[in-house]
Structures are given as C-alpha cells and as structure tokens.
C-alpha cells in the first residue's frame, strides 16, 4: 500500500494533469469556429467554440433604413444561433476530454459542465 505522502504527490499531480488538458483544451476551442445564421442566411455570425465573436456579416438586401428593426433582430439571432453552436463544440470537446481521462460517466470535474 502506498503511503499517504505517495497518495498526495499523485493527487497533486493528477490535478496538475487535469488543470494543463483544462488549459490546452481552452485553447483548443478558442480555435475551433462556428458559424450562426439568421434569416435565411442574410446575416451570419462567426464566433470560436469559447464564443468570442469572430465576425459578423449582414446581407447587402438588409441595409434599408425602414428595416432597421428587423436586421437587428437577425443579427440577435445570429448571435444567438452561434453562442448555442459555441456552446454545443465546447460541451463534446469538454466531454471527449473527461472522457479521455478515464473517469466514470457522470463524474463531472468543476468547469468542465
């Protein structure tokens, strides 16, 4: 049996396994793009799996003054569209790395859903 200073150093290091895949996972997402669309394409948003938004782009035929309204609706869906996209990449990669790390389902790490 190992001794209690052998147990903590493998807990110690086991978190400081954990906590560099956390940090390389970050930066992982933050490289993987998505792509929200509202109104039938008129307006799309690009954003990482993180959810910084990487761009957005509005349809030329949306540019009237009379539809202000309605291009700021689609760009909030848009928004909306990729943050759940965003959302979606990063829960699977969290997933695919918890699950990479041996752990039983349902053992949920803090930060990682």
């Known amino acids: 049996m190992k001794s209690m200073e052998e147990m903590m150093q493998a807990a110690q290091q086991a978190a400081e396994t954990i906590q560099n895949q956390m940090n390389d ?3 992982k997402l933050d490289n993987i793009e998505v ?3 509202a109104g039938g394409g008129l307006v799309t ?4 799996a993180k959810g910084r938004i990487l761009g957005v782009n509005i349809d ?6 009379e539809e202000k309204n309605i291009v700021e609706d689609l760009v909030t869906a848009a928004f909306n569209d990729a943050r759940d996209k965003a959302d979606r ?4 990669k969290m997933k695919e790395m ?3 790390m041996g752990l ?3 053992f ?6």
């Open 98 to 100: 918890q699950g990479g």
């Open 104 to 106: 039983p389902p349902g």
């Open 35 to 37: 792509e929200g669309t």
């Open 89 to 92: 990449v990063s829960a699977e």
């Open 60 to 65: 030329d035929s949306l540019m009237v003054k």
């Open 45 to 48: 948003v690009r954003a990482t």
């Open 108 to 113: 949920n790490l803090p930060g990682m859903g």
């Open 25 to 27: 996972m970050q930066v």
